[in-house]
């Protein structure tokens, strides 16, 4: 008998889950651990999101199974989304598919859409779901980069003339997690003139959609005309609306792969909870003035997350979107190496990154910060930081 199972041969050990078990082993053990690793939302959902929760909880008839697909009202409250928010006309009944997280549903349709020995083309540093769906469907991964320049449109085309067989899925994330890197319309154009040039479908990770900062809002890859020919994307409620736990998202485009995944769903599970449908339906249709409030609030925690950590002498570019700042290490401890400098700060500083190895061996050299703690906090980290480079003979600017 195998030692071990294939799909969990294929998986290799999870880097970031090192660092999670000497958090959580600090924090047994009493110590105040300002926690930057994972992008889990600090902040809470709406009142009335939580309310029609409660109000439709209370009703006996909604807790039977529910749709797999999403109940009408939610699909139609999406589609309401992407006509509002992107000016794409969708259709609610073919070329939507509730999720439960965008996490889910990039898995659901790797299982439908792909077989062994596939090629997968994703980016590298990546979310681990992105590789990793596909790894446990039986598919094989080729790295393109996660910057989206010439480099990366050269990395495409020698995919496709060096790869057999030639890869038939590409995914992207902008914003990206972890790198939090951002695209314009003209990119997106671009990728689907290539993608119908070379029969590759698409499928873009549009988890972030609303945190952008400085005014420039993202763009989706369903605004080119005809990328629903070839794409789909995924989008999540967790950090829009601070409803990370209640795993709701959305899968949304191509109808021959929301009916593929539609299917397999079918058959795994029975939808999410009613009453958690109907309060995303609240979000989605009521009063948006929380997602400007918790953008704003991210764009002042970033804005003070990058001044007081550069004040103790690690420099972080500002990221132009998302929940994170993919941080360079300090160049003095830059041959330590991202896990390692992971935990020494956590050891030293009480301070909890992800280290980027985990994202990709193009993470090496940088970590991923979370801004999901107030700004008294980040505060805080900056200061403890200091004390840390400062042992480490890395000189800090005065505080």
Same mark, same amino acid.
């Given at each position: ?30 110590? &105040?651990?300002?926690? %930057? ?50 000016? @794409? &006309? ?60 010439? +480099?990366?449109?050269?990395?495409l085309d020698k995919a496709m ?21 951002t695209v314009d319309l003209a ?33 989706? $890859? %369903?605004?080119? *005309? ?28 191509? #109808? ?18 009613? *009453? $958690? #449908? ?15 409030? +918790? ?29 994170f700042a993919w941080a360079p ?16 700060? %956590?050891?030293?500083? &009480?301070?909890?990154?992800? *280290? ?15 801004? @999901? ?10 200061? +403890? $930081? ?14």
């Amino acid at each position: 008998m195998e030692d071990e199972f294939y799909r969990i041969k294929r998986l290799p050990p999870y880097v970031i889950a090192e660092v999670n078990a000497m958090r959580h082993a600090a924090r047994q053990a009493g110590r &105040d651990i300002i926690d %930057l690793g994972m992008g889990n939302p600090d902040l809470p959902p709406p009142s009335h999101v939580i309310d029609k929760l409660v109000e439709v909880a209370q009703k006996p008839s909604a807790h039977g199974y529910s749709q797999s697909k999403g109940i009408p009202g939610l699909r139609r409250a999406q589609a309401g989304y992407y006509a509002k928010r992107f000016g @794409v &006309d969708v259709d609610p009944e073919r070329e939507v598919v509730v999720t439960m997280g965008s996490k889910e549903g990039l898995a659901s349709l790797a299982t439908a859409i792909t077989a062994p020995g596939d090629v997968v083309l994703a980016p590298n540093p990546s979310y681990p779901i992105h590789t990793f769906g596909f790894i446990i469907a039986g598919a094989t991964i080729r790295s393109v980069p996660t910057t989206p320049d010439e +480099n990366y449109w050269r990395s495409l085309d020698k995919a496709m003339a060096f790869t057999v067989p030639r890869p038939s899925i590409l995914v992207v994330n902008y914003p990206s997690n972890p790198t939090a890197e951002t695209v314009d319309l003209a990119f997106y154009e671009r990728l689907v003139a290539w993608a119908k040039e070379n029969k590759v479908w698409i499928l873009s990770d549009l988890a972030y959609s609303e945190l952008y900062y400085d005014g420039n809002p993202t763009r989706s $890859i %369903l605004e080119v *005309p005809g990328a629903k020919d070839v794409a789909v994307e995924f989008t999540s409620m967790s950090k829009t609306y601070s409803m990370a736990g209640w795993r709701m998202g959305f899968a949304v485009g191509n #109808q021959k792969l929301i009916a593929a995944m539609t299917r397999v769903k079918s058959y795994l599970d029975y939808g999410a909870f009613t *009453p $958690i #449908q109907a309060a995303a339906c609240a979000a989605l249709n009521g009063p948006q003035d929380i997602v400007e409030k +918790n953008r704003q609030l991210y764009q002042k925690r970033r804005d003070v997350m990058v001044e007081a950590f550069g004040r103790s002498g690690w420099e972080i570019p500002p990221p132009k979107a998302s929940m994170f700042a993919w941080a360079p290490l300090p160049p003095a401890l830059r041959e330590m190496g991202s896990l390692e400098f992971s935990k020494q700060l %956590l050891t030293h500083a &009480d301070v909890a990154v992800a *280290p980027g190895v985990g994202y990709g061996e193009d993470g090496e050299g940088f970590v991923r910060i979370a801004m @999901v703690e107030n700004e008294q906090r980040l505060r805080q980290a900056a200061r +403890n $930081i200091r004390r840390y480079l400062s042992s480490m003979g890395v000189n800090s600017s005065a505080a």
